[in-house]
Nanobody
Framework: QVQLQESGPGLVKPSLTLSLTCTVS??????????WNWIRQPPGKGLEWIGF???????AYSPSLKSRTSISRDTSNNLFSLQLSSVTPEDTAVYYC???????????WGQGTQITVSS
C-alpha cells in the first residue's frame, strides 16, 4: 500500500518561503505513469490544486500560483517537495500531497499538514 506523509514547519512568517516535503513509501515516485501533487485547503474554502511533478520529473503548476511555486523531487529518498515563496496570510491552509493515476483519480493522500502564515 502506498503511503504519503507531509512534513512542514507549521508556522511561516510573511514574505518568507514555505518548504514542504512529501515522503512516499510503498511505491516509487518514478513508477509509470503517476504524478505527484500538492493540494491545499484554506480554512472555510475548497481544495485548491497547486501543482505536480510526474514520474519522469516534469512539472506543472496552477496559473494563479505558478510564479511563486516550485516542485522538485529526490528520487534517491523517494520524496518530492514544494517551495512556495513570498507567502502571505492568504496562504494559510492545510497542505496535502497526493498521487494521481491514469484515471485522473487521487488514489492516495497524505494526512495533511497545517500551515499558518503569521507574523
Amino acid at each position: 500500500q502506498v503511503q504519503l506523509q507531509e512534513s512542514g514547519p507549521g508556522l511561516v512568517k510573511p514574505s518568507l518561503t514555505l518548504s514542504l516535503t512529501c515522503t512516499v513509501s510503498g511505491g516509487s515516485i518514478t513508477t509509470n505513469y503517476y504524478n505527484w501533487n500538492w493540494i491545499r485547503q484554506p480554512p472555510g474554502k475548497g481544495l485548491e490544486w497547486i501543482g505536480f511533478i510526474t514520474y519522469s520529473g516534469s512539472t506543472a503548476y496552477s496559473p494563479s500560483l505558478k510564479s511563486r511555486t516550485s516542485i522538485s523531487r529526490d528520487t534517491s529518498n523517494n520524496l518530492f517537495s514544494l517551495q512556495l515563496s513570498s507567502v502571505t496570510p492568504e496562504d494559510t491552509a492545510v497542505y496535502y500531497c497526493a498521487r494521481r493515476g491514469r484515471l485522473d483519480e487521487y488514489d492516495y493522500w497524505g494526512q495533511g499538514t497545517q500551515i499558518t502564515v503569521s507574523s
